[in-house]
């Protein structure tokens, strides 16, 4: 079955769709055009073939100009392929927000196979702001059902005044549960 963007009329298949390399490369390539709906274009084709172009995308999230990093993170983000967890996770300190919250929105389409990373990170670069900020983003959007009760704990050391000192504890006491097998209260 098949839905389709209404501005673009792009057809976007809910199945990875078989593409090459040179294929995966050159759409790749489209996503620095100027025209936005061939960057459109190009990005929802890239969702569609999957896992054989998350290696290519996580790439352009070094990039330099700031558009191709945001279409990047919005393909990963739709993708939702654990295979790019860390590379989003580290683009939660990106120096534009809007790319930052592509990242977070990716993660959060991850659910749990995005937190243990994110929890990683807040423990070895809790003094970021960037990455704090972002981090409670994606546990407030993760913090239902089993794992409210063990997040809720971890957005409150975020938002405290001593959220650089508290909140790597706190992460790591989260990251050794859940690494346990203990599920949430």
């Known amino acids: 079955m098949q839905g389709s963007d209404e501005q673009t009329g792009h057809l976007r298949a809910n199945k990875d769709v078989h593409a090459d390399s040179n294929t995966i490369s050159l759409l790749i390539a489209k996503l620095a055009a100027r025209d936005g ?13 999957g896992s054989p172009a998350v290696a290519g995308l996580i790439e352009l999230l070094e990039a330099l100009d700031e558009q191709v990093r945001w279409e990047a ?3 990963l983000a739709a993708m939702a392929d654990p295979a790019a ?7 939660l300190e990106d120096k534009v927000f809007d790319v930052r919250w592509l990242a977070a929105e990716g993660l959060i389409n991850l659910g749990r196979e995005g937190l243990i990373p994110l929890l990683k990170a807040l423990i ?3 003094d970021s702001p960037w990455l704090r900020d972002a981090a409670h983003h994606v546990l407030h959007d993760l913090a239902v059902g089993e794992l409210e009760d063990l997040l809720e704990p971890i957005m409150d050391s975020l938002e405290g005044a001593e959220a650089a000192i508290e909140t790597p504890l706190m ?11 203990q599920p949430g209260d």
Request: no cysteine; charged share 35%; net charge positive.
């Open 171 to 181: 992460a790591k006491a989260i990251l050794d549960r859940l690494l346990s097998g």
């Open 73 to 75: 993170a919005k393909a």
């Open 85 to 91: 967890a860390d590379a989003l996770v580290k683009t």
């Open 37 to 49: 709906l061939e960057r459109e274009s190009a990005r929802w084709s890239l969702v569609d073939i």
């Open 124 to 126: 070895e670069r809790s």
